[in-house]
C-alpha cells in the first residue's frame, strides 16, 4: 500500500497544539504519511512560550536531504522558521531537490504573543520562501506586514491579495480568523479568481494551532493530487470541526481538536464558497 508523503518543515509545540504536531496529527486524520524537519524546539503551553531553541541551519538542510533523498514528498510546508539563515537554507533545498507544492505558513507570531520569527527574517519571506509558494496562508496581521498596509475593508484585503501574488506565490488565502463578526471567512486568490470560505464564528478560547492546522490539512490534500481550491475547501471543513469540539485543555488558550474531522460530521454543512471579482 502506498500513502501519498507531506513534510513539515516548523517548529515542535510541546503542548502538542501548534507547529509539527498540529502538523503531524492533521496529516494523519487526512490519510497522508507525515514527516518532519524541525527549524526549533519551543516550550510552550496552552498560556505560552517560555523558551525557543533554535536548530542549526545545517541540522534542518541534513533533515531534509534526508528525507528528499530516500522517501521523497508529494507536498510540503513550512510554518515557524525562526531566523533568516534557516529560510535560506530552506528555499535553497527546495529548489535543490525540485519538491512541491509547496504551502507557505508565514508564521510570525504566537496567539499568546511571543515572535516566532525575527523581525529582519520578514521581509526575507518575500524574497526567498514565497516565490517558491503553490499557496501562502498569512492570518489577518500576517498579512498586513507582507503587504506593509491596513486591510480592514474586503477591498483593501482583495488589492492586498493581489499584491502577495505580486511577490511570486502562485496563490493566497488570507485567513479571517482575527476579524470580527459572526463568520469566520477566508480569501483565496489564485491570480484569476477570488474565492471566500465561509464558516460560522465559533466562540471559544481554544483557538491555538488553528493556523498550523489548516496548512497542514491542505498540504496533506495538495499531497493526494487535489486540486488547491478543494484543498482549501477540505482545510476549512478540517479546522472548522477540529475547533467546533474543543478539548479544552490547560489553563489557557488551548489546543483544537485533530480528532473531530473523521468522527464528527455535524458542522460540515455550513462551510460556503463563494466567488466574487
Ligand atoms: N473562532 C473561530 N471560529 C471559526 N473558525 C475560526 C475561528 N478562528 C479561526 N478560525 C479559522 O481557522 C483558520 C485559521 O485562521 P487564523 O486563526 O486566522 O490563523 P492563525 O492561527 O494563523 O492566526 C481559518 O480558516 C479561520 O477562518
Ligand atoms: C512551534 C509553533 N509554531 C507555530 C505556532 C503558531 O500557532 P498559533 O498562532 O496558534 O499560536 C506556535 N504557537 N508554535
Redesign the pocket.
Known sequence: MTLPRALTI????SGGG??IQADLKTFQELGAFGMSALTAV?A?NTQGVSGIYEMTAEAVARQMDAVLEDIGVDALKT??IANVEIMETIAEKIRQHGVGPLVVDP?MV???GHS?LEKDARKALTQTLLPLALLVTPNLPEAEILVNQQLDTEAKRKDGARRILDMGASAVVIKGGHLEGETASDLFYDGESFLTFSAPRIHTRH??????TFSAAVTAELAKGRNLADAVYTAKKFITRAIARPLELGKGHGPTNHWAYNRDRDPEGVITRTLST
Open positions: 516548523a517548529g515542535s509545540d501548534a507547529g519551543t510552550q510554518g515557524m508564521v504566537a496567539k499568546s516566532l483557538t491555538h494551532g488553528t493556523g498550523c
